[in-house]
């Protein structure tokens, strides 16, 4: 069965410092794979996302990742972390079968120390 | 920009009583999503729909049902609400695709007494 697990449960960085959140899938097929943001009190936001070709991925808001299949992972990196990344963060993977499902992992926390 | 607006921020409702979730969309996709996430266990599907009067069973539909009746509007019931549905739920929307992102609502954070 398609799953994702994000491992870390809570994450905290100060504010300057790089930042790497875990993702792991596990999929038969070619994964579509995505990294939403979630900020306190909103709705879920397309950070980025791959399907083919290059394996590192830009997305909004200074973040990247990198798709590496022999490892089943997708982790999602910024540079240098800024205060206002505090949010949670989720990796997902679909489709679903021949559906638009996606599947969420349960979410990384992002605390930024000043 | 594509807005997905949902009727309330915050519900508060006894035990027993019917509850109507609404999510609109005002860019004419065809499919909608609803979501309820808990902490630690991420974002679970309830149900889904591909277009008006269509829905599919998410992973934990018991409890639920949905309705479409517009291509716009997605509605959550509660049939009789219990404790164990106190949670945050969230509605999406996504132009057919599996490659699509999904847009999501602020979300409606229910606590049943």
């Known amino acids: 069965a398609q799953s994702v697990t994000q491992p870390d449960i809570h994450i905290t960085v100060s504010e300057g410092a790089s930042l790497e959140l875990r993702c792991n899938y596990s999929?038969?097929?070619?994964?579509?794979l995505f990294w939403y943001v979630q900020s306190p009190g909103q709705g879920l936001q397309l950070l980025l996302k791959y399907f083919s070709g290059d394996t590192l991925v830009q997305g909004i808001k200074g973040f990247e990742a990198e798709f590496k299949r022999s490892q089943s992972s997708f982790n999602l990196r910024k540079p240098s972390v800024h205060w206002s990344d505090a949010a949670e963060y989720f990796c997902?993977?679909?489709?679903?079968?021949?559906?638009?499902?996606?599947?969420f992992g349960t979410g990384t926390r992002l605390q930024v120390f000043p | 920009d594509v807005k997905v607006t949902q009727s309330s921020r915050y519900l508060v409702k006894r035990t027993g009583e019917k509850v109507f979730l609404e999510c609109v969309q005002d860019m004419d996709h065809e499919n909608m999503f609803w979501y309820r996430q808990d902490p630690g266990l991420g974002l679970r599907l309830i149900y889904f729909?591909?277009?008006?009067?269509?829905?599919e069973k998410g992973d934990i539909p018991e409890g639920y049902s949905v309705s479409r009746e517009k291509k716009e509007r997605f509605s959550l019931i509660l049939e009789s609400a219990s404790t164990n549905q106190t949670s945050m739920y969230l509605c999406a929307t996504v132009a057919g695709g599996p490659y699509n992102e999904q847009f999501f609502g602020p979300g409606t954070r229910l606590t049943v007494l």
């Open positions: 999929y038969g097929a070619t994964p579509y």
């Open positions: 729909s591909y277009d008006v009067k269509m829905k």
């Open positions: 997902a993977v679909g489709p679903s079968y021949n559906t638009d499902k996606l599947i």
